[in-house]
Structure formats: structure tokens, C-alpha cells
């Protein structure tokens, strides 16, 4: 079992759409929980940083923090094409060393 | 601020041949990491520095990859011999604290 799983996408919404992205996880000692964001050909870019649980709010982006269940998400809200990336999520422990998930590639349709 | 700096961004070798990667972090940051991210899948840790040290290099392999940060700013990580399971984008990031700043990668083809 992998440490990080993601959900494997790949998906497709129309542009406006609510996306919905998922990871769960196994390791209890995880306490900073981030979103990457990668355009082709691009490295892994910082999109959202929470630590422990809770929600996190930032423009038309939202993370949650379930750690009670082992669960993260990203919502996307009015979603635009410029979106259309693959979107990771990371975690680690106190030590700052992440482990990623495989990603989840999202393309917003115009 | 100037980003996380890669150099070669692209590299085709022959199997068996060897490849060095150079990366300037961002200035004044501490932490320097090489991941490897092979096509579908997320970034892999191979070695952390502090400055100059070595933290972690657990999942480097050893036997062909070797990496080094001299005078704890810029570093090289270098692969020999180059194996078809190789081919993947080798990304450099830095952090000063807790958020980690990644490279555009260098991307290898082993063929």
C-alpha cells in the first residue's frame, strides 16, 4: 500500500465547473498537507499549504484537512481553462520531507 | 526573486553513458533537494542537503547516482552509468523553512 494515494483522474470538466480533487493517506504523523499544481513540462508549483486539519481558503481555492479520517481535498471553484494542469498533493512530517502523490491531470474545457 | 535555477532543462543519452545535472537554489535558502518524477507519477526524494551536508540520501541509489552541494549553494547530481529506468525529470528544489520551491526540472531520456 502506498503511503499517499490520489485519485487517478484523469478529468474533464467544463469551464465554470466545481473540480474536486481527493488523497487519502496512511502515516498518522503527517501534519503539513499541501497542493501542487504542474503544467506540462513545468516543475511542481505551491498552490495551497495547511497544516494539520482544518480549511484553507485562498481566491477560488480550497483545501480541506480531515485528519481524523486521513483524508485531504482541493476544490477549484469556476473552474477556467487556464486550470488544466496536473495537480498534486504532498504531505510530510515535522521533518519537511514530503511524499507526493502519483497526481491527478485536470483539463477545463472552454 | 529569482526561482529555483535547472540546467541542462533537456538531455537524450545512450544507455550505459552519463549525465550531470546542475541547479542553483534560491538565494539565501538552506535546503536543497533532487527529486526524480518518473512519467505518471509524483516526485520521489533522492537526497536533502543542509548547506552542504547530507541529511537524507536513503533513496539514492548509490551505485550510479552521486550528488554533491559545494560551499552549500549550487549542486550537481550526476548518473553513471545512465539506465533505461532512468529516463524520468530530475527536479531541484529549495526551501529556507517549511515551503519547498521546485525547479522547471531537467528532463532525461535514457534510450
Known amino acids: 500500500q502506498k503511503e499517499v494515494e490520489q485519485d487517478p483522474g484523469p478529468l474533464s470538466v467544463p469551464e465554470g465547473a466545481i473540480v474536486s480533487l481527493n488523497c487519502t493517506y496512511s502515516?498518522?504523523?503527517?501534519?503539513?498537507f499541501m497542493w501542487y499544481r504542474q503544467y506540462s513540462r513545468k516543475g511542481p508549483e505551491l498552490l495551497m499549504y495547511t497544516y494539520s486539519s482544518g480549511n484553507k481558503e485562498d481566491g477560488r481555492f480550497t483545501a480541506q484537512v480531515d485528519k481524523s479520517s486521513k483524508y485531504i481535498s482541493l476544490f477549484i471553484r469556476d473552474s477556467q481553462p487556464s486550470d488544466s494542469a496536473t495537480y498534486l498533493c504532498a504531505m510530510s512530517e515535522e521533518d519537511y520531507k514530503l511524499s507526493f502523490g502519483a497526481g491527478t491531470t485536470v483539463t477545463v474545457r472552454a | 526573486e529569482a526561482g529555483v535555477a535547472q540546467s541542462p532543462r533537456y538531455k537524450i543519452i545512450e544507455k550505459r553513458q552519463s549525465v550531470a545535472f546542475w541547479c542553483n537554489p534560491i538565494s539565501g535558502h538552506a535546503t536543497l533537494y533532487w527529486y526524480q518524477q518518473i512519467l505518471g507519477q509524483g516526485p520521489k526524494l533522492l537526497i536533502q542537503?543542509?548547506?552542504?551536508?547530507?541529511?537524507?540520501d536513503s533513496q539514492l541509489p548509490k551505485d550510479r547516482f552521486s550528488a554533491e552541494r559545494l560551499k552549500g549553494v549550487d549542486s550537481t547530481l550526476k548518473i553513471q552509468p545512465a539506465k533505461l529506468e532512468d529516463s524520468a525529470v530530475y527536479l531541484c528544489?529549495?526551501?529556507?523553512?517549511?515551503?519547498?520551491?521546485f525547479g522547471e526540472g531537467s528532463w532525461l531520456t535514457v534510450v
Open positions: 528544489a529549495s526551501s529556507l523553512v517549511s515551503t519547498i520551491y
Open positions: 502515516n498518522s504523523a503527517f501534519q503539513y
Open positions: 542537503f543542509q548547506n552542504n551536508g547530507v541529511v537524507d
